[in-house]
Every structure is written in structure tokens, then in C-alpha cells.
């Protein structure tokens, strides 16, 4: 059965229509070809729509292109969304061995995807399993695709400074980050 999400693409829409030369004619068929993207940083963190030149993406690039998309068709249903996420091996598997050599639980760390009719669906990450990020989420709140850039870096940042003054962290911000960024290269592999 077809998601109730779902829509057909405007033929004069400037992302719509290079949705199209690729044979993905509704939202549910970019969703799937978003999905199948491997992850990956984009060149320019902002700019969603790298993943099509790139043919990779993170959380971010690859939902504010999803966004993008039902915001040219009109399709205000659809949500998205940043959160912060505690970041563990149980929802993250790969980074257990990093945080353990530091002796973390987790590590905030920031997410997004989108909404509809308050479930998530994510095209990064499975959606409703033992390794669902759903039950980890510390905070969250509805972004535009502009915000995936400055203002997402901004937001994770200030969390992260507040997470460690207010739970005592023995590390330094910049080391919190370079572990994060340990964590993010091994998922990267």
C-alpha cells in the first residue's frame, strides 16, 4: 500500500524536473533513490542539492533535498526536522569502541528527517528498530532546508557546550568534537 504521503511531481518545477530525467516521477520514488545514496559529506554542507552531482549524502543534505521537493509541490504535510540525539552504539552502531575508549555513555549528537503526521520517516537511518534513534531523542525542533548549513552547526555546537557544563564532562569542547568527529569518520567507512 502506497504511503498517504506520497504525490506526483509538478513538470515545471526546477528540482521536480530533475527528479523526472532520472524516471522518479512521485515522492515516494525519491525517497527510495535518496535512501539507496550512500553516506557521505557533501562538498558544501548546505547545498542539498549536491546529492544528486555527488551521488551521496548526510541526514541533512538528504532530507532538506526531500523538503525542498515537497515544498516546490506544495506538500506543506511533510515536516522537517533537527534534533539532537544521544549517540550511542545501541542506535549507532559502529561508534561503541570510540566513545568506550573514552568512557561515554554517548555523545549528542545532531540528526534531521522529516515528519508526516508526527512519524518519522528517515531516509538515512532505519526508521522503527532496536537501532531506532526514536526513543534517544533529547530535542528537537521543525527546520527549513536553508538551516542544514550555519545555523545546524550552531545548534549541535551550543548543545554540546551547555552538555558538558551541565553534566560535568571531563573534556574539553574541542575534544567532545574530535571524538564526535572520530565517531562520524567510522560511520563514513
Request: hydrophobic content about 35%; some cysteine.
Amino acid at each position: 500500500m502506497e504511503p498517504s504521503y506520497n504525490f506526483e511531481l509538478s513538470t515545471s518545477k526546477l528540482l521536480s524536473k530533475s527528479c523526472i530525467a532520472l524516471g522518479l516521477t512521485d515522492f515516494i520514488s525519491i525517497c527510495k533513490y535518496v535512501k539507496q545514496l550512500p553516506y557521505g559529506r557533501n562538498n558544501n554542507r548546505a547545498n542539498y542539492t549536491s546529492i544528486l552531482q555527488e551521488n551521496k549524502g548526510t541526514c541533512s543534505t538528504k532530507h532538506a533535498f526531500l523538503k525542498e521537493i515537497a515544498m516546490e509541490n506544495e506538500a506543506d504535510h511533510m515536516l522537517f526536522y533537527l534534533c539532537i540525539y544521544k549517540m550511542k552504539e545501541a542506535n549507532t552502531v559502529g561508534v561503541g569502541e570510540i566513545l568506550a575508549n573514552y568512557n561515554l555513555a554517548y555523545i549528542p549528537e545532531a540528526h534531521s528527517y522529516l515528519k508526516f503526521q508526527n512519524k518519522i520517516i528517515d531516509c538515512t537511518r532505519i526508521e522503527e528498530s532496536q537501532t531506532s534513534i526514536k526513543n534517544a531523542i533529547l530535542l528537537e525542533e521543525e527546520i527549513l532546508p536553508k538551516q542544514i548549513g550555519e545555523y545546524k552547526l550552531a545548534f549541535h555546537k551550543g548543545y554540546i557546550k551547555n552538555w558538558i557544563k551541565d553534566n560535568n564532562i571531563p573534556y574539553s569542547y574541542s575534544e567532545i568534537w574530535n571524538i564526535r568527529e572520530a565517531c562520524i569518520s567510522k560511520l563514513s567507512k
